[in-house]
Every structure is written in structure tokens, then in C-alpha cells.
């Protein structure tokens, strides 16, 4: 039935019908009200009365406040406040209220103009007031010129209800502060109509109140109220209906609406653009005009008006109430502290006759959620965790949350209320009352009821920052302990005898020490005494008087000891404190006689038998670190920092019973009956030793750092969650118990995904790792190391076939997953957005297995891909969904929608969640102002009917299967942000993570119809088949090929296939994109894929294996049916091939991914591309001659060549091929390679040597130079491979060259040398990693890769050269998956290196394995063997030498032989992985390469490694040059600062900083002093400035002059002064003698600065003072030139030159396939400039060294020019066209030269006085830097991390 209206305050009778609260309170008296500041009485020309004016600059010092003291109260029970006033134009005002609930608890309500955004807390609701007139861009503002008188009406008991769940009782206090006049306050439970007259009501017969004369604002006759004035009702329009609606209980209400109430109808959700104050929540208040008004939030123009939403009270039931329509932090906040959720559904309110009316149902429970579990200790702190009185639970805070865990049944409840970390709790001796303080905001402290869990009392402390808390035993008496605004102890008494009887708290006394407090006690027999201790001192306490008085102990010799912890002895006569110190130090202390009774010191116990302690402490020091203490009646329980409890007899004669922790304890408490010791940990394990039986019970595990991601398993009912703490745990969902723990010291785990059916699952980790842990076996299965950035995101297929991984830098890889392996399958580089934090909602996969989508290749963008071949289906730009937004929306998170939908739900940063179709791309639905912010992480129910977003520390669900209008509920119980939410697997719970880990029951039942059929869900056609594109094949099985690539094997198609939205791009092995740019390389064998059979039993995967012959210049077939036969290389399964030899020209497969081994070359991504029709200049008049190279290309395979006889020794750097004199130094450079060379081969002779370098676009090929070695000249050019050349390998008479191509090309190419025709070319059905000739057998060559040796056998009859191949599985014995490398030995023994670290020996002859051992830890990718030694290299950055001499007598025991005839002789450990090695004959000295850019030279019988080659290893980003030019130093992003001798390039001193960047290098000027005192300034990624010392090679001052990465810097002339530049665009100014930064610029803020120079001028030139003039140039085109004396603090502007932006082709372009051709790659046009973000040219700047008053701009304006700007004409007086926009620009001190780096891989050097130019060629990346020598007689230019030397002929 329907109950009656909710019970609200009857007021009194002199409150009615309303009371002027002025009059009342006689306000003119001011005796019992309180001015303060400037208030004064005016006489008003409007009203026509008086008035008071309040006034002043400071608002809380000029005000009115009634009643005079805030311990009285107004007690006036009026629902609505009106308030009379008129804000004072161009200033501020502040109103304050103080109300007091049905609990007795005070609510501050606040409204200004001052106020930005709404914002609430359990106390405190902020307003904004948005005044007329005020501007759309500042929603908050001063009040405009001629502001009206308003009657602002609040409805106290709407305004408690809707935003804290609270009732309403009375208005306690008001304070009105400046700046406004105020007529008059009055209250009233009526609701007045001021536009209204009491005449004009009566006249008129209306049902409204019109407002009393009294209240009324005069109005001229004839005239409309509501021109001359203003009326604001917050929060209610129609407070019958409200009031009506509000029900106690738990049913819902059960009332007709009258005709004339308005009804409530849904209300669609308009799609217009994010306005700029939806990331926080705003009320409007709306009057009766629709213009002219003021409000509160949101200001009228955005047409929002106020709407019915739900409010969920207790068990269930609901409050209908006003709230705006946006997302309401209040609300949200709210939650949080109460532990209540907010229901919000967008509704309106529009009249409708009853008959028009349909009845709106609510499809979801209310409350939806319910919290039931969660696993989190502390978060504040540790040591709080308390006993119950009866010892059958204990209670303890997690983070915002204070939990009551129950010791028997492990059921949890909770105390919800806190917004922040709880810091100290207490409970009383009765178990009444508990008091508890969070850290922020700051001293705020609760009061519950213990029993029902209620919030009895909220109050703020004088104490800032509470550290603890004690309760006497009655409760009558609470003291809290911390300090105050001065950073002073401070101790505050508390009386709360009356708290539990509807009185507040009251502060009795208060005091301040000097002495430090770390543990404070009332003691339990007397109230009025406590104990306090801390560093040095024991005081005792006692209140007395209304007062505290304390006096210390004398400690004597114990006075400096750290006291940690003390307590009360239980003994009846209760005269000993006990208290602990950190040292180890027990004192027993009378406190009656305040003295030292006895003091004890504890340490490690020993055995008889040893001598040293069986437990070391974690501290210094012999003695046991106690960190806590509790004495019961006969024990005293010890927690230490050696993670031991340990408990002792009162006279602590020895331990009675010990339990070791896995951290430092950092609380102990003894149960009130003694039988049990509670303890907590630091490293967040609670648990309790039960005395009786001896046994130590776990109660929580938890996370001790931010919970980053989550993942469920379904068949165990498992859950992984990764933290920042640098654990992996694994948790059972039933009883929350964790399971599992792995631990990471050095890098932290980001990202985690189960199997779906495997007892496996994998992590992703910040160095980008990506592992596979067996949960049972409890260890690491495999790791894959295909990233370089941080894992973002991790998924797995459903059916766990696939499983995919994404990183920082923008790779995408896909694996295959078995039941024994997880093998890498393809890698894309860049089709993933950069820079991404790590998420879980990153990556999705469909539920059909089919789809994959994701965010990128840039941030506004979602792709999705085919999920088996990564093949681009559709990419949706998000930016273009709303075209009326002004900024641009990027995804945040994507989601699938449960199948069979074909849905794509993605987050936006506009605070959306669009639902888009992933076939076509359109948009289904759109959610708008989901959260104040951004949606990090969605999750959608299986039955698609419940829609989960997550952002900051608020979680909703959303009732998504409603299509309009959909309803939400909010809970919040977070105090850190949300990382993750999810369902578990049986769609009953809901889990999220965040500070902790937070399980939910889900109170909905499933619903029982599909989602399709729900409320006209559109549902898609069903499919069959996956879109993919089209495979060509040529050759008399095409057609089978083909129907096996379709599926279909000759069968009719069960549908029409369906074209695919965009054209599947081309695989192939470059980490960057290719042709078309779109960055995808495959890394996978054919045999990845499991094998399905269709009815006629033929295979059903991607693509057959095959193995093809290119038949060239007359080769011949070979001899059949013999061993080395090509049509019986057995199949990749284990089945033979039905292929057989094919005579294809050019097969094209199914690509194939990278192996999972390092020994496979993979190019550097590249950006640029290579300039066409570049003219070289002439020969004998080049004005550059290349000079030097400096470094190594460590990305490189066999790319370092060495002949001891001959001293011939020849590496790569870029594409150049650098021949350099060891002795001398002197360097020769073989330049023709376009592209970066991967490896060399030099012929057995040393007379040719042969390199090979990538391809450069999909329509060229590799390149394969054959040079001639005495002349240095290239003889040929071949080409035949399409990706890159893995290997070269000459014949033994160097007659024949093979080359082997890559895991994308997979052809091994025979080359005669004598002719450079190719001979042979066979198509390898998997990838080779490497190849060698037989040196003591003709024409064998031995190949390894995955399981297999293969030997293949070159029979040569006349001129034609057939090929005959066996292939020898290894051993199950070996255990080896793939061969990775191999070398001969003595005849005839072969060794091969395994990527799991074995060496096998072969015996060729016999082609058997006979020998294996454990060679390394790591994969093996270099062999060389020579005579009784081998020497083995592997990625663990291992260098080891081996004694094999015995090997030979082992081969004749065949399998029985045994590897401990081998050992290992010496071992070198080197700074990376080893990817190159030449050794001497004798192996005692030899040349190695590691994956750092070092060359070492190597010396075995020594035992040393001397650095001989040394690059950077990463971008380098600055080169500069001392004052002398004997030395130059250069910065790179691998945060290494390196000085060079100029005479001999070689590296002097090295600074180098860990896990940053330095991004701009600069050397003092000559000026500076002498050159024992010059010193270099770095700016580097992390905002800081270093300044180096050259001559004490040392580091002498760090600064930190911005937030932000520096990115220029620069010396004043003078050398006194540092300005820097950041990528924020602020200038800094600092001294580097004082390490003061005494200047900030921020004219260019909002674009990175680019250049800073900085030169001298003559004081007064440019007709301003000053001795400097430096310039800053920015990334948005403009450059400012300034003049400074630094000495006077002097700066002024000269000049600012703002140029238009560069026109530059569109960067966000998807070409579309032609009509009537094969489907085109997705063509997004690359960026010419991959170091800006926005693909625009950096702004380049110079001051020009022959002419300083003219300034040298390059990358400025819309064409590409270089500009020479007049300082004194203040004009452009040259230009001079480039043929492509500058990325880097240098001048000659000297001659008029000009050097210009290009994006397009060129060089100029322009005379700037002839305009003659002269391009030169040499870098393989675009060139980032060029910097003259001061002498000009050098140029250093730098592309990546390469440096050339060039020097300059004719200067």
C-alpha cells in the first residue's frame, strides 16, 4: 500500500508562514549577529530602502555572520532560504551555510562567483554562481557592470537529499561575505512566486503563493518583474512532486500524479559538441525567463535545464529529486562517502495531459551493486589494525575503506565514508564507538556507531595531519595526535560522551611540543593519564583542569634511542609502561615514579652450534629494529624489522614462540583474552598466531603500490592482477585467498592476460618483455622480446589461439598459443598509438575470434584488424564523429560488444562512449558526458545488458540495452583512480582495481532472451567467413593453391564473399612501413597455424608449405628419389609435402613472422624517404669530403670483417661500408647502399667483399654490392631478394656466393661469382637464421632454423648447378626448439647454437647429433670454432670460450656421449647483445659486435676487453664544440653525454644518466674563463639541467628549471648565464654558480622551443640596451629576439617574427581501392617529420655569423626557403629556395657557407653569396643535425645515431 509523505522538521510557530531572519536576530544591533571588515548601511535607489553593503578585497575578512558565534545556532526550520541580494559589479562574493541533519551533522553549503566548478566532499558542497553577462569561456567570473538585485530561493532539504543523501533539520549558521549589498534572509516553508502579487494572485485565481510585501522587490506599474530582477530556485522547480515522491522505506512510492503536476518523460541525449565545462558538474538554475538570468553552473545559453533523476536510499528505495543533466561529481563524491549509489537517468520535464503519458520502467535493481569483498591493507599506513572486544574480528582500513573482517567465517563489512585514505583509527573498550582520520583533506576525523556502522559525528581537527589516534576505554574521551600548520607536534583532546546521543564532539584541550611523537596511549585504568614516546623521549601525560600538562621521563643513558612503540602493563596494580625502541631496547618504566625500572635489549636468537645470529635484523646495528608492542597479563608480544613476531614472558627470559614474516612488522596487537597476536606487515600481509595451537593464520595479501590491470580465468575461477609494486599475483575468486605471487625486482609488470584454457598466462613488462608463466609448474615457460617500449595492453582470442600484444612505441604482435608454446607469429610496427599509458581496454578482440581493434596508428584513430592475418579491415577516424566539435577527439578505450553483435564500443576523450558497427564503421549510439573525465576502461555484461565505465575513482553501470535515454548508477569506493573493470566469468560478480582490489555482487538477473531480441536491438547478418583479400598464385597448381587459401578446396561457397572496408596491407620484414606506409612486417613460420582438415581430409590453413626452384640459366632438376631430393623435404608437421618442386617465378605465400630469435636482422624503422633526382656534385670539385664516421651499427648480423694477416678490418655504420687502418686510425668509406646494410661476407682470398642492405619500397628490392677489396671500388649490383639478406657466405674455391634472404623473404639465392648471374634460387618453406660453407667438403653448405639441420649439396654438371637437400630433425633428447646458429670444426663435426642456450654437436658424415650441452642461459647467435677451441655469443651479452679438444674421441660413443670432457675456459661479459665475432686463428684475440654499437677487441689470453669502435646507441640530438676545437661533445637519447678528441674521434670522457634522455648539449663560451674552468649545460627529458665539469670530468650542479623536457639551451656571452627552453615553450633563465633560476618567459608557451642562440651586441644597439641579444624559436613559427644585461636583471623584446604555417599534405589520409583492380594497401601519407607530433617542420633560427644584424630562418612560412630577416630594416631582404623543408640548418663561422639537413636523406651545402649548391648523400635516416666546427673546416651532420665527419675543402 502507499505510505504517507517522509517525516520532515515541524517548525515552530513563530517560523510561520516565513521569518525575516534580519529583523529577528536584530542585525542593526549587532549583538546577537557579528560584523567583520568594511559593512556599512546604505540607502538603496532601487528598492528604495536600506540595505547592507559588504565589502573588501579579501572575502573571508569583510563579512556578516549571524549567529555571532558558530556555538550557537539559528535553529530555523524553514525548507527554503530566501536570500535579497545584488553582487557588487567586477568584484567577488562568497555565502556560506552551515546546516545541520537529522544526524546532527553539520554541511557547509557554499555559493560564489569565485568558484570554477562544482565540488563536493562529505562536508562541504561548493557552488558555482555564474552571474548574467558573464562570458561562455569563464563560467565563473567577477559580476558584470550594472548586476541586478536577485532573490535567490534554496530548498535546504532538495540541496542535503540529492548531492549527500542526507535530511535536512535546520539552518544552524550564514555568513555573507564581500563583495555585495544584502536586503534581508528569510525562511519559510512555503514556496514563493516574486514575480507574483498577492493581488494579482487573488484576482487571478492562481494556484501559486504569491510573495509577501514584506519580501517583495518594488516593480514599476506596468512593467514586468522579471526586467528589473532575478529569481533563482536551486535545486527544485516543482518541490510537490518532490516532496510527494520521497519515501523511508524500501518500496517504491505508490502515487497518482494530480493533472497539473508536470510529468516525467524520457528525454533523448542531444549529440552536440563537449562543452567546456563537462569535466566537471555544474547546476543551473532556471527561472521562469528563458534569458537574462543568473545560475548556478552552467550558464543559460547551453538550454540544459534541471532534471529527475533517482537517488538509491538504503535497501533499495528511491528518492526522485532535481540534478543537471551532466554527470554530477557531487553525486559521484557522495558515494563514496556514504557507500551509496547514484542512480542518474536523463529525464525532463515536459507537461503532458495523462492520457499522453507513458509510464517509464526501470529495467535495473537499484542499488545494481552491492560491495561484498575486497583485498587491500592500509594504504596510509600499515600499522593500524585493531582487535574486536571479543577477539572474533579485527578491524582495519583499507585505503578508503575501513573493513571489520570476521576471523571464523572470513566475511567482511565495511564503514563507508571517507574520500581519502584512512590515517588512524580507534576503538573504544565497549566496542561503541570507533573513531577514524584520513589523510586528506587534511584533520578530518569520524565518529561511528560500531554497531550499525553509522556516521555519528564529522568534524575537522586543529591537528593538519593526524598520525594517530587512542580512545580512553569508555569512549568518553578521544586524543589525536599529529601536526599542525607549523610542522609542530600537536596532542588534542576530544570529549565524546555525547556523540552517541545526537551531541557533536568537543574539544577539551590542546597542546603543542617541541618533542617528537611516534606512538601516543590512554591508559585503560585512569582516562585522564596517557604515554607518549617518540625520537629521544618518553613523556607522560594527564589532563587535568580543562587542560593538557605533560613531563618527560629521565631516560639517562637511553635518551637517544628512537622509541617506536609503547603500552600500558595489564597487571592489576597497572603501574608499568612498556615501551620499545628501534635500537632494540626494551624500558619498563614506573609511571607513577616517572623513572626507568629496567631496561632490556634484545638480539638475535642463536644456536648452540653457530656463533652468528640465526635472523639478522634489517637495521644496522647487533640488536633487534622493534617496531611495535603488546603486553597482555603474562606475554608481551615483539614485532621487529626482521620480519619476526615474537613473544616473551613479562621478564623476557626467552622466547616462548617466533613466526617469521616476509616483511618488516609493522604492528602487533595481543587479542583481549591473550590467545592470539595480531600483526600487519609493510609489505601488506595481515595474519594472526594463534598462541594455543602455534599456528600463524593469513587473514590478507594485498598489493602495496597501485593495482594496474586484471584478468580472469574461467575453468579455475582464478584471478591475475599486476601492480606497481612489481608483482604479479594470482587470486581464487571464491575466497580471495591469493595463490600465486611472482616477483619482478627490475621491472615492473604492466599488463596481464589468461588463457582461456591453459593453466597459463602472460605478463607484459615495462622493459618490453612479454612472458608466459605456467601456473603449474609456477615458473616462466617463454619470453618473447619483440618490444622495445612498455606493454600497454595484453588479450587473448577467446578460443586461446592468439594472443596479442601492444607497447609504447606503437608495435602490435600476435602469438600463437599452444598447449606447450607461445611462439611470436607477426610483429607491425606503428599501427599502434605511441606514448600510450599502459590499459587494459587498449586491445579487443571480437568474440567470434574474428576481429581485432585497437587505437591507432595515431590517437584519433580506431583500427580493426583480422585478427588471424592482421590484415586492415576498417580504420575510423574518431575525430570526424562529431564535425561540429571545435578540437579533435582521440580513443581512449575500445571494447567489443558480446556475438553476435557486431558492435565497437570506444571511449573518447570528450568524455563520450560512441558504439560503433565494426563492419561499416558508422556510428550505432553515442553516451555523452559519461564522466567528468575521460572513460579509461569499459566492460560489457555477456548478455550485452549491463555497460560498465570507468573513470577517476568513480565506476557506472549503464542499462545499455536500453536505446534512449539509458539509465546509470554510480558507485564510488576508490580513492585512487580506476584502472580496470571487469565481470567474472560467471557473470555474477563484477571486479575493480585500482588502489585496491574491489569485489561486487551484481543483484540483476540475467536476463533470459538474447540481447538481439531485446527492445528492437538491430542485429547483423550472420557470416561464415572472415574478410580477407586476395592471393595470387601462378603455376599449374594455382588453382588448388588457391581454393586451399579460401577454405573452400573446389566446393561451392556457402555465401557471398564479402568485400573487406579497407585493403588488407602487404607484410613484409621492415619494422617501418614500407611502400604505403603502413608499418606491418610478418615474424611467423607456416607452421604456426594448427592444422584442420576439411571432409575430404585436405589441409584448411592459411597456406601450404612449399619449397620452389627457380629454374635460372639453364639449372637443371637435380637427381629424384635420392637423399638430397627437393621433393622430399619433409613437411613443417611432420607430413610429406604434396607440392612438390615447383617452377614458379615468384610464389607469393602467406607472409611469414619473425622467429622468435635476435639473430634475424630487422631494419630500423625509417620515417624518411629517399630524395629523387638528387644531383651529385662534380668530381674533383666536392666542397665536402667525408672524413669520419663515428660509430657502430650494432643492429646489424656478421657485419664486422677481419684478417689478421692481411690488417684488412671493415664495418658497417648506416649504409656505408667503413674501412679503417687500425693502426693509423684513418678510414676509407665504401658509399653506394641507399639502405642500412645488415651483413657482410668477405671471400676467402680477401679480394672481394660482398654487402647486402634492405630493401628500400615495395617495388625495390635488397641490394647486394660486391666490392673490390684492394681498389675499394664496387664492382656489381645484384638484386634478387625482396625484404633483407639474413646472410652471405662464400664457397670454399670463392667461386660461388649464396645468399640467404630473410624470415620474409625465405629464399636462398646461388650467384656465380665469375659471371654475377644468378645460378640457383629456391624458396625455403620456413625461415633459415643462418648458413655456412663445409670448409673440407665441395659444394655442401648447412643451414639451420626451426627443429632442423639442413644440408644442401651444390652438384655442378657443365654450367648448370643443382641443388640436393637433407634435412636432419634434432633430438628430443636436445630439447633444442630452433637452431639459431652454427660453425664447422674438425672434420667432420658441425656446431650448432639453440635459442635456449644448448650447443649441439652433428657428425656430419653420419648426419647425426651426438653431443649437447647447457652452452648459456640465453639464445646463441654467434659460433666460431677453431681447432680445439669454440668461442659462443648470445643475447645475455656473454662472451664464453670453450675447450672442445675432445670432442673428436666423444663422436665415436654416438649417443653415449657426455659433455663434461667440455668446459669452459674463459668468459667476458660485454654491454649488449653479441651480434658479430672474428676471431684469430688461434682464438686467443679477436673482434667482437654487440647490439650497443661497440666494437671490442677481445684478448682471451688476457682475459681483457678494450673498447675499439663506440657509438651512440640511440637518436643523437646535439653536437657542439669547444672554444679551442680540440674536443667536441655529443647528447643522445640515451642520455649519454660524450666528449671526442677532434684530431682522432675518439671518446675521452663519457657523462651518462639512467633512464633519460638529454636532449640539447651546450659548451661554454671562450669568455667563460680559462679552459681548465670551461664546462658543458645538458637539458634532459625529465626537466633538469645538468652542468658538467670538462677538466674534473664531474658533474658540479643539477637543476630543475622545468616541469617539462628541455629541449634548447644555451650560454649567455658572457658564460654567467644558462637559458633554457622547454617543450612546454617556456624560457628559463638560471645562474649556474648559484643554481637560481631568476626568470621565467612564457611568451611562446603552448609549442616546444626549438633553436636558442645566443650571441653579444654593442649596448644600445638595435636601439636597446643591453649586452646580449638571443633569440627563441618555437614549433608554431615563431621566432623573438630579445636583448638582456643578466648582470641588471635586464630583458626586453626586439623583435617577434610570427610566420603562416607550412603547407604540408594531410597526415590523416585513407586511400580507396581503384574499381576493377586488386584492393589497394590503406595509404596513409607518412610524416616527412617524424620528430614533431603535428608532421610540421621544426622552426629553425640562426643570428648570422658574417652579418649579426640579419637573422638566418629556415621551416618558417609556407614554402620551403631559407629566409634572411634584417634586425635593423625589420624585413626580409632574401630568400633562397630549398626543394624540400629544412629539419636542420647550420651557418660558417667563416666563409658564407650554409649546410641544410633534410628529411629526404640529403645534404646541401649552399654558397650564400653565389647561390651555387652542392647535395651530398651518405645517410640512411633523414639528417637531423649539422653544426660547423668554430674554424669551419669541419661539419658534423647526424642521422639517428650515426655522426659523419665531413670536412670542408673550399671555405
Known sequence: MARGPPHLPVPPVWQHPFLNVFRQFKVDEWKRSTKEGDVATVMDKTLKCTVYRIRGTVSASNYIQLPKTSTQS???TGRYLYLLFRPLSTKHFVIHLDLSTEESQVIRVSLSNLFKEFKSTATWLQFPFICEGTSRKDLAGVAPPGARWTCLQLDLHDILLVYLNRRYNHLKSVRLCASLLVRSLYTSDLCFDPAVTVAEARRAKLPVTPMPREMAFPVPKGENWHDHYIHIRFPSDSPAATSKLIQRNCSPPEADFPRHVPQLLPRPVPFSKSRQDSVSPVVQMLGPTASGQASLGLPPEDGLSSECSEVSIGGGSRVHRREPSASTKATDKHAAGSGLPVSVRNLAVVPKAPEDVTKHESFLPDPVLRLKRVIGLGGHSTKWALWTKDGAAVVYPCHAIIVVLCIDTREQCFFLGHTDKVSALALDGSNTLLASAQARPHSMLRLWDFQTRSCLSLFRSPVHTVCSLSFSDSGALLCCIGKDHHGKMMVVAWGTDQVGQGGEAIILAKAN????????????????????????????????GGGLCSCPVDLGEHHTLEFTDLAFGKAQDGRMLYVCSRSGHILEIDHQRMAVRRARYLLPTQTPSSPLPQKQAFSLGPGIAISSLSVSQAECAVGSEDGYLRLWPLDFSSVLLEAEHEGPISSVRLSPDGLRVLSTTSSGHLGFLDISSREYNVLVRSHTALVLALATECNRGQLATVSQDHTVRVWDLVTLQQLYDFTSPEEAPCAVAFHPTQPVFFCGFSSGAVRSFSLEATRVLVEHRCHHGAITSLVTSPDGSLLFSACSQGTLAQYHCTATCCRVLRVAANVVCRDALPRPNALAVSGDNRLLAFMGPFKYMVTIMDAASLDDLLR??????DLASSGLDSAVAVCFSPAPRSHLLVSLSSNKVVVLDAISGRMVREFCDVHPVACSALALSRDARLLLTAADRAIKVWDYLMQSNPSCQVYIGHSEPVQAVTFTPDQQHLLSVGDAIFLWDILASPESSPPESVRGSPRPPPTNEAVSGCTTVEGPNARQQEDVLSGTNGLPRCQVPVPSQAAPPQLSICAGPLGDGDGTFSVSDEGAFEESHSPEGLCQAPGPPMLVQKEAYGAGDGAAGGPWDLSMLPHPHGQPSKQGAWSIRRARTQPTARPDAYKHFTARYKASLIAKNVSCPPAGGEWLHLKAV?????NGRANVIWRPDTGFFAYTCGCLVVVEDLHSGSQQHWLGHSEEISTLALSHNAQVLASASGSSGAASGCQIRIWDV??????????????????????????????????GDRTLALWCMATYELVSSTHLPEPVHDMAFNPWGAGELACVGQGALTLWLLQQRGPDISLQVCREPIPETVGAGELTSLCYGAEPLLYCGSNAGQVCVWDTSASRCFLAWEADDGEIGVLLCSGSRLVSGSNTRRLRLWAVGAVPELRRKGSGARSSSVFLERELTLDGAIVSAVFHDSMDMGVVGTTAGTLWYVSWAEGTSTRLISGHRSKVNEVVFSPSESHCATCGDDGSVRVWSLSSMELVIQFQVLNQSCLCLAWSPPSCGRPEQQHMAAGYSDGTLRVFNISRISMELKMHPHLAALTAIAFSADGQTIISGDKDGLVAVSQPRTGLTFRILRDHRGAPISTIQSTSKENGAFGVEGTDLWLAASGDQRVSIWASNWLRDCCELVDWLSFPAPILMKVRVLVAPQVGTLPAHPATARCAFPQASDCSPPSLAAFCPWDRTLLVCAGLGPHPEVVFYSLCQKQVVKKIPLPFFAVSLSLSPRAHFMAIGFAERVLRLVDCVSGAEQDFA??????????????ASLLFTAAHNEILVWEVTDC
Open 1190 to 1194: 663515428v660509430g657502430y651499427n650494432g
Open 513 to 544: 611540543t617541541d618533542v617528537d611523537i611516534q606512538a601516543f596511549e590512554i591508559a585503560f585504568f585512569n582516562e585522564t593519564r596517557m604515554a607518549s614516546c617518540g625520537r629521544g623521549n618518553v613523556r607522560l601525560w594527564r589532563f587535568r
Open 1270 to 1303: 684492394p681498389g675499394g671500388s664496387c664492382q656489381q649490383l645484384l638484386s634478387h631478394h625482396c625484404t633483407a639478406v639474413q646472410a652471405l657466405a662464400f664457397s670454399r674455391d670463392d667461386r660461388l656466393l649464396v645468399t640467404l634472404g630473410d624470415y
Open 1818 to 1831: 651518405g645517410h640512411d635516416d633523414w639528417v637531423q643535425l649539422c653544426r660547423f666546427a668554430p674554424s
Open 876 to 881: 575510423i577516424d574518431v575525430s570526424a564523429l
Open 74 to 76: 539559528l535553529g530555523l
